[in-house]
């Protein structure tokens, strides 16, 4: 079994930061794809930012420029460093993570359970 576990979130004033973390941890071969996403109230689930196991990042437009997202490779750790928080970045933010399990051979996609971030005006 593979589990991931968010953590980080919390209620921050506008123009803050706040630091979200994602360990994955169980029966893991190797990781991909890394990434956050976010889910505010009533609205879909959006995409917010991605990392490979090498190469370029990417960002969605309403939080490039304010969030960074890394990855500790030895600790199967992925962060969201947010800055300059603004009240629409309110939501659940889910990391997600593509890997392989041991033994396995497809890639499978899995999720955390999600953090609350608030950010108040």
């Known amino acids: 079994q593979v589990q991931l576990v968010e953590s980080g979130g919390g209620l921050v004033q506008a123009g803050g930061s706040l630091r979200l973390s994602c360990a994955a941890s169980?029966?893991?071969?190797?990781?991909?794809?890394m990434g956050w996403y976010r889910q505010a109230p009533g609205k879909q689930r959006e995409w917010v930012a991605t990392i490979p196991t090498t190469g370029n990042t990417n960002y969605a437009d309403s939080v490039k420029g304010r969030f960074t997202i890394s990855r500790d490779n030895a600790k199967n750790t992925v962060y969201l460093q947010m800055n300059s928080l603004k009240p629409e970045d309110t939501a659940v933010y889910y990391c997600?993570?593509?890997?392989?399990?041991?033994?396995?051979?497809?890639?499978?996609?899995?999720w955390g359970q999600g953090t609350q971030v608030t950010v108040s005006s």
């Open positions: 169980g029966n893991i071969f190797r990781i991909n794809a």
């Open positions: 997600n993570s593509r890997l392989i399990m041991a033994g396995g051979i497809w890639e499978r996609v899995y």
